[in-house]
Structure formats: C-alpha cells, structure tokens
C-alpha cells in the first residue's frame, strides 16, 4: 500500500475519519506498520482585534520590568495561569496610521493610506491573508474572516482581512452561519453544484474577453484599473478552482452542537472562540480572523456607556468600564488558551503547540496611535513566550508580523512598512 496518498481520496474513502483531519499527515503506513510515525501537524495562525485600545494606566505592564521576570498588570492579570505562554510587547505602532478611530483597518497590514496616487484610501495585504496563501492551499478554506454582531473603533474593512490588492475581504457575522458555513453539507446533488462552477466560470470567460477587447488605446490610469480588474478575476477564478477541488469532499463532522441564535457580547465571542478551535480542530482552515464586538460587550457586562464613549474614559465612571472590559477581554483570551490546550493533536500534541494567536489593536489607549497593545501566545511561530519586550518606540508593527511569518516557516522578506524582525521574540 503506497505511504503517501490524496487527502481527499482518504477523506470520501473512509467517511469514519472526515472528522479526524489532522491525520491526513499520517498516510496509510500508520495503519500497516506500528513504527510509523505521523508528521507534524499544520500550523495555524488566530488574529484578534479589539477595535478601540485599553486603559493605558492599568493594561500594560511596568516597562521597568521586561523579561520573563515581570508582573502582569491588572488589565492582564485573568492571564496569570498562562504566563510563560503569553508575551506582551510595548513599543510597536504603525507609522502610517492616522486615524484614530480606525483600530483594525491598517492593524494586520501596515500600509501606508496614501500609497496610491490618486485614492484618498489604499491599503496593502494583511499578515492573515499571507498565512493563508502559503498555508491554506491544503484546508477546504483557505481563510475564515469573523466579525462581531455590531461595529464600533475598527473602522474601514469588511472584516480584518485584505487581499493581495489591498481590497477589504468578507466576514461573517453571525455565529450559526459560520457553523453551518463550516459543517452542513450541501444538499444539492453534485452535479447541479459542478452546473453552477461551470455557469459562473463562464461567464467569468466572457467578461474577461469583453475586457480585453477594450484594453487597446487605454491611458496608463485606466490600464492600471484594468489590470487590478483583471486580477479581481483571476481572484475569483482561483476561488471557483478550490471549490470545485472540493465539491466532492464531505464537510467534517461538527465537534460542538449548533449555536443557539442571537448571542451578544461575552456569549457571542465565545461561541466564536469555539468555532474558531473547531475550525482549527476539522483542519478546515489554518488561519482565521476575528473583530471583537465593543458597545454589545459592554452592554452583556452591565456597562450603560458605548464602547466610543468608554475609549476617552478619565478618572471616574468610564474608566472603571474600560478596566473591566479590559478584564474581560483577558479572561476570553485565557479561556481560548486554555481550549486550544485542551484540544488534542493526531500526534499527541495539542492545538496550542502549533497555533500562533495575536490579540491587540491599532489603537493603543483612547485616541493615541503608538504603542499598540499587543499579546502573542501559541506554539505556532516558534515565539519567545513568557516575556514582557519593551521595543524602542519607532519599531513597526509589522516588525511583529514578520517575525511571526518566518517562524510558521512562510519566507518572506518584509510585510508592510516592517524594517526587519524582532530577534528577541524568535524562540
């Protein structure tokens, strides 16, 4: 029997293991021969976004304290139990950023807004999407976008993610969509699917030759728009090859029950969290976004001021609001550690010794762009945890990011307006 096979083939020929993804790295030898050995399991990678920042006073710890020898501060403190796992970095921003309601747009890609002649607003490839093009070619999706119920302190974007072009990609915001996206099987028989692939890539054929004929006598602007029009299709056209690669492929086997409708704040980010770990867990997707939900958290913790209002927290009412939002977000990030730990790999391992997780916000407290608070955690990037790093003040975020990327093994030499890795995060 050949060691290597199709992961799909394996898929629709033993249906009992379609839950069980991670041992597509396993191949047939495992079952033949006991002294087989798997291969390590996928890499991953989870993106939070909080939108508006933290409370300076109390979320980021003593910058006289750096190293593993640190105490975490009282915004952090619900991490305690997870504190050789988590490293908090000061210093970092993105020095194109403007915009000081915009947490999310230019978090995951550093892009200077201006970079485009002629637009009032560009951007640039996000960090997840990066993930996704070198790690998602195996997972029946090659990313997940998240968004919360309602928005408030991310600004511009359809979810966390941007392409290749800098163009805003689509999240889904309501919890039992995602699982149903991730899970239900499509009832239509395969053939009208296959009907439906072949009718849309069509017509993609014929605007594209439409496209083309009018391509002569252009001037250079107009070439230009042509030529991102064009990519726009070669974009679809790679989507419409990935879902008819696995049109015959059943989805995995829900490992949680479907979530009951119209979660808000708390509940609704943590049914996400668990669809995120099942998606991890199904190997349905090996990188995933989230924007975390802002006034529906505070209104789920009792909290009458909008998530807006409680950004220009000073010493009173709103302050209190903001440390204990704050709290929250660190008990919710605590809880996924400790699912991601729970979770079991086909090797032996856990999902959290080969996912790398990113929590934080273009925005650092109230207004200020500088110092965007930063958690990493996870075993996925080959990171050096348990430590607090205070960076000098002109680092890049996206310094961040390209340490990240070169530890999950993607190889590339910058991302964003980053200048070069952070050595001192590299395990």
């Known amino acids: 029997m050949k060691s290597s096979f199709n992961r799909r083939h394996f898929l629709r020929g033993t249906g009992a293991l379609i839950a069980l993804p991670a041992l597509e790295s396993i191949g047939f030898r495992r079952f033949a021969s006991a002294a087989s050995t798997a291969t390590a399991a996928p890499k991953r990678a989870v993106f939070f976004g909080m939108g508006f920042g933290v409370t300076k006073e109390t979320w980021f710890p003593d910058v006289k304290q750096t190293g593993t020898d640190y105490q975490l501060s009282e915004g952090l403190s619900p991490l305690a139990r997870h504190q050789s796992d988590i490293t908090v970095v000061q210093g970092c921003s993105n020095q194109f950023s403007n915009e000081a309601h915009w947490g999310s747009t230019f978090w995951l890609t550093g892009a200077n807004r201006y970079s485009v002649p002629g637009q009032s607003m560009a951007n640039s490839v996000s960090v997840d999407q990066v993930v996704a093009q070198n ?4 997972t029946r999706f090659g ?8 928005l408030q302190g991310h600004g511009p974007g359809l979810s966390l993610a941007w392409d290749q072009r800098g163009k805003p990609v689509a999240g889904q915001d309501d919890p039992v969509q995602v699982f149903h996206k991730l899970f239900s099987a499509d009832d239509l028989p395969l053939e009208q699917r296959q009907a439906a692939i072949a009718e849309n890539r069509s017509v993609l054929d014929a605007v594209h030759t439409e496209a083309k004929r009018v391509q002569r006598g252009l001037s250079k602007t107009d070439t230009d728009k042509l030529d991102e029009y064009f990519q726009g299709i070669r974009d679809i056209e790679t989507r419409l090859n990935k879902d008819e690669e696995w049109l015959d492929v059943p989805k995995a086997k829900p490992p949680l029950e479907e979530p009951a409708p119209g979660l808000k704040g708390k509940a609704e980010i943590e049914i996400m969290q668990d669809l995120i770990v099942a998606a991890l867990q199904t190997d349905s997707t090996r990188a995933l976004t989230y924007r975390l939900p802002g006034n529906t958290l505070l209104q789920s913790l009792e909290v009458s001021h909008s998530a807006h209002n409680v950004s220009h927290y000073s010493p009173g009412e709103r302050m209190e609001a903001s440390k204990r939002r704050d709290k929250t977000h660190s008990a919710l990030l605590a809880r996924f550690i400790d699912k991601l730990k729970a979770t079991n790999e086909a090797d032996g391992s856990n999902l959290f010794d080969h996912t ?3 929590f934080g916000s273009n925005i650092s407290s109230i207004h200020y762009l500088t ?26 975020l996206c310094n961040v990011w390209l340490t990240m990327l070169n530890g999950m093994g993607i190889d590339v030499e910058r991302h964003g307006d980053s200048s070069g890795i952070i050595k001192e995060l590299q395990g």
């Open 135 to 138: 790690l998602g070619k195996e």
């Open 143 to 150: 990313s997940l976008q998240l968004n919360p119920s309602e």
């Open 356 to 358: 790398s997780v990113a």
């Open 371 to 396: 110092n965007c608070p930063t958690v990493l955690t996870g075993g996925g990037a080959n990171l050096k945890l348990g430590q607090h790093l205070v960076v000098s003040e002109d680092t890049p």
